[in-house]
T-cell receptor, first 112, second 111 residues
Framework: DGGITQSPKYLFRKEGQNVTLSCEQN?????MYWYRQDPGQGLRLIYY???????QKGDIAEGYSVSREKKESFPLTVTSAQKNPTAFYLC???????????FGEGSRLTVL | SQQGEEDPQALSIQEGENATMNCSYK?????LQWYRQNSGRGLVHLIL?????REKHSGRLRVTLDTSKKSSSLLITASRAADTASYFC???????????FGKGTLLTVNP
């Protein structure tokens, strides 16, 4: 089955620690995205990548970093510089010029 | 920045009734999309309507787009308890690669 896999589903972090969220897709999509969702809120774009070895900042990139070394993978690192990292993180992908996003099941990060 | 705004924020109806959700946006768009999210899950794409289209159907879903009013509506007919979810509109401007989401409408369908 084609799809997007995010891991871990739940993650706890102590303040001051970096944490990396995994996102893998087997849809052969060029574009991948990371969104953040806070309770009762819409999705806000953190980073996106249109092609391997290239990525762009979204609306709330501060305190986050990404890499795109392989077409299938787009990991997100939440650094200690992110002031309020507790949130639900969603990874998505899209084929070229389709616009429709396919989402993973999300990773819920809680900072203790 | 949030481009789309859904209205109402929450909607509660009985099974079998129709549900209508609205989305307004501020600047010109290439397309507008509707997504569904069950609690604690990822989003699922429902329907995409292009800026040159006025209406689109998919099963029990009907979407309209009025570019002069910068608004869209999503109608779910003959609702079921399983339709209970949050519904989001998302707009694509310029490059189709970047979507902007609204805050969503929480729909509750009571059995």
């Amino acid at each position: 089955d084609g799809g997007i896999t995010q891991s871990p589903k739940y993650l706890f972090r102590k303040e001051g620690q970096n944490v990396t969220l995994s996102c893998e897709q087997n849809l052969n999509h060029d574009a991948m995205y990371w969104y953040r969702q806070d309770p009762g809120q819409g999705l806000r774009l953190i980073y996106y990548s249109q092609i391997v070895n290239d990525f762009q900042k979204g609306d709330i990139a501060e305190g986050y970093s990404v890499s795109r070394e392989k077409k299938e993978s787009f990991p997100l690192t939440v650094t200690s510089a992110q002031k309020n990292p507790t949130a639900f993180y969603l990874c998505a992908s899209s084929g070229t010029f389709t616009g429709e996003l396919f989402f993973g099941e999300g990773s819920r990060l809680t900072v203790l | 920045s949030q481009q789309g705004e859904e209205d109402p924020q929450a909607l509660s109806i009985q099974e079998g009734e129709n549900a209508t959700m609205n989305c307004s946006y501020k600047t010109s768009i290439n397309n507008l999309q509707w997504y569904r999210q069950n609690s604690g899950r990822g989003l699922v794409h429902l329907i995409l309507i292009r800026s040159n289209e006025r209406e689109k159907h998919s099963g029990r879903l009907r979407v309209t787009l009025d570019t002069s009013k910068k608004s869209s509506s999503l109608l779910i007919t003959a609702s079921r308890a399983a339709d209970t979810a949050s519904y989001f509109c998302a707009t694509a401007r310029g490059s189709n690669y970047k979507l902007t989401f609204g805050k969503g409408t929480l729909l509750t369908v009571n059995p």
